[in-house]
């Protein structure tokens, strides 16, 4: 139970030892309720000690990580204060009362629309100060899902000290707010989606042309089109609606119904602004249902709950019915009305989350925008109409993985760029890897005939390795799906800043495109163009310490270092930590709610190692731990599927990474190797230093004195040394890359 402290118009509640409640009423009415932001108050007991007054002062609290005194009065006038035990600071560790914090890492914005490139983010819970405040005093109250103003103005603030680690601090939030609810597995699979009036067959042919290139779309949008647009000018805009269109979607029905037998689940956009009108197919039944006389607009008000049973009940239970299976919510109208009327887009997130989740327990699903902190709990999240430019691709990694500090981890953003732009088949590729790696690959794109985003739109190299990404997100499924579990079930998010788990590294912060991806993984997107002289593309990387492997080439890399990565069109970045396991879907086509009868294990030698992989149907959950023993070339298995959810008879494909070997021994809990041998990376760095330079666009004299002193320099320094005498920039780079694994 949390410690309640109360003085003259303050109320302290000491919840852990790091983390405070702090509220100043002048009434002396405090808020028990829960908020828009506020789910929990109740955590473990902890040890704090209470002088009421003391010596000094009117109050003090004590607990092992911070120390708050009181000296009465109104506290913004320097009579709160609290000081940390850690030492983040440069100077102090004091908190004052209604102080900023510095050095804030950022959090998450509202939309991306019309945006190209960077834009101005909020502050998000994190800080290298190792301190952060939550301002909660001007939320609504939130209980289930009853939204209400508050009764009595009062300052409202959490006070958070865990220091520089932001995984506790967010685990701590998590706890506070709620944790992320589990996101259904067919989500995490490729999803098309484009703005543009398909008809039915169109729609049809598309995805069997999908089907027929194998590339695996598990969801199926359809953006506004599929509701007529252009309706009578006295009924107002055609942004909202919630009526087929039967010139272009003849039977509805048979549409859903064989886009579910092909394995793909159905959303539909809707932007209910306008309400629900006269032009309505459910109008009539709306009309008695809200007693409307003479064509009047139902109007869209969800606080009012007459419209808001109407609004469910009579315009979407019927589509939901045919088969729509959850609803991109397309709200772009603005915020809160008044003091007293809530921001609609919160009342749509929460009402929708709701009633889907109750449709589909423990898979409950929106596409919508971000309302503000605690919006994690409903998700998923729509960025908004991007510009189709670099800028804009070289925001989005950054944008993403800031989000985790204010806890919002699963962003859906416009994969290849919505909007403007001009034809660039590298930007599009780049911009699809880093979807690949990304909480939700949504394809995506205007009307303009000329920015749709099929493969097979592109040149022939390009097409086939967009195929080839597309694959790779299916085939990760498995491993997304158990890091999506862990988001839920202890707060540890798919993607996380470099910093998270290394606070204290400079060097973690001096990469903000580069990411943690799961347990096992680190993305470095490439987000800019391809070098001319080397026909690459770079980044910048920073490698914690232990050794690190290649996840597509294959090549170690010695971690504790900090250097830019050069990489071809069909390779991105992509690094796994030795000793890491991750399961692969080899079946790239089998929907992606269903679970695999192979599994195709990446063994990363070199050390020992343990994965858990957490599978869900039908409402059950299956956990398979693997353990590789590195010494006895082992690989254990152990199932635990009380509901038999996994296939009968699955079969295992463990793949060494970095090692040759042959199984020689096999059950179902244990597969042994023979002797494995570590390759060595030395053939594998010269070919492919002798590749680049022959594709290189450079003269040819360069690239025979360069490929001499690679192959006859005496000692490794004096290769780095005479590769640091080289005009070309890119070059000394990329050497430098292979030449220091």
Known sequence: MSKVIEVESLRVTVLTTKLVRIEYSPTGVFEDRFTQLVQNREFEPCEITVLQPSPQHMLEVVTTGLHLYYDGGDPAEGNLYIDAAHNCRTYDNRWFFGDAVGRNLKGTLRTLDKVDGATPLPDGLMSRDGISVLDDSQSFTLMGETVAPRQHAETDLYYFAYGRDYQQTLTAYYQLTGFPPLIPRFALGNWWSRFYRYTQAEYLQLMAKFDQAKIPISVAVLDMDWHPTQIPAKYGSGWTGYT???????????????????????????????????????????????????????????QNQAFK????????????RAGVDFWWLDWQQGGARSAVKVDPLWLLNIAHYQDNAQQHPGAGLILSRYAGPGSHRYPIGFSGDTVASW???????????????????????????????????????????????????????????????????????????????????????????????????????????????????????????????????????????????L??????????????????????????????????????????????????????????????????????????????????????????????????????????????????????????????????SRSQEEISFSAVTLIGDNFEVMTLIQQRLQLANLPFDLKRDVWHMVQTSPSHDQLLAYIGTLEQPSLQGMFTELLTC
């Open 535 to 664: 026909h690459l593309a770079s980044t910048a990387v920073w490698l914690p310490a232990g050794q690190w492997v290649d996840f597509f080439t294959g090549i170690h890399y010695q971690g504790d270092r900090y250097f830019q990565a050069y990489r071809e069109q069909e390779q991105l970045p992509v690094f796994v930590k030795v000793g890491s396991i991750i399961p692969l879907n080899p079946d790239v086509m089998l929907p992606a709610d269903t679970l695999p009868t192979t599994l195709k294990l990446k063994l990363f030698v070199g050390a020992d190692g343990t994965y858990e992989l957490i599978e869900q149907a039908d409402g059950a959950t299956a956990t398979t731990t693997f353990y590789w023993d590195d010494t006895g070339h082992t690989l254990t298995i152990n199932v635990i599927d009380p509901n038999n959810i996994i296939p009968a008879q699955r079969e295992i494909q463990p793949e060494l990474v970095g090692a040759t070997g042959t199984i020689v």
């Open 244 to 302: 087929w269109n039967l010139d272009y979607f003849p039977k509805p029905e048979a549409l859903l119904e064989t886009l579910h037998a092909q394995g793909r689940k159905v959303t539909l956009n809707v932007h209910p602004a306008a309400g629900i009108r006269a032009n309505e197919a459910c109008y009539p039944a709306v009309a008695v249902a809200l007693k409307l006389n003479h064509d009047q607009p139902a109007k869209f008000d969800l």
């Open 391 to 533: 800028a804009s691709l070289q925001f989005q990694p950054y944008f993403t993985a800031t989000a985790t500090n204010i806890g919002y981890t699963w962003w859906s953003h416009d994969i290849g760029g919505h909007m403007h732009g001009a034809y660039d088949a590298e930007l599009s590729l780049r911009w699809l890897q880093l979807g690949v790696f990304s909480p939700i690959l949504r394809l995506h794109s205007s009307s303009n005939s000329f920015m749709s985003k099929e493969p097979w739109r592109y040149s022939s190299n390009i097409a086939a390795l967009m195929r080839q990404f597309l694959q790779l997100r299916a085939q990760l499924i498995p491993y997304l799906e158990s890091a999506n579990a862990m988001t839920h079930a202890a707060g540890v998010p798919l993607i996380r800043p470099m910093y998270y788990g290394h606070g204290d590294e400079r060097r973690a912060y001096q990469v903000p495109n580069e990411f943690q991806f799961g347990p096992a993984m680190i993305v470095a997107p490439i987000t800019t163009p391809v070098d001319a002289a």
């Open 309 to 320: 049973q109407a609004y469910f009940d009579l315009a979407h239970r019927p589509l939901e």
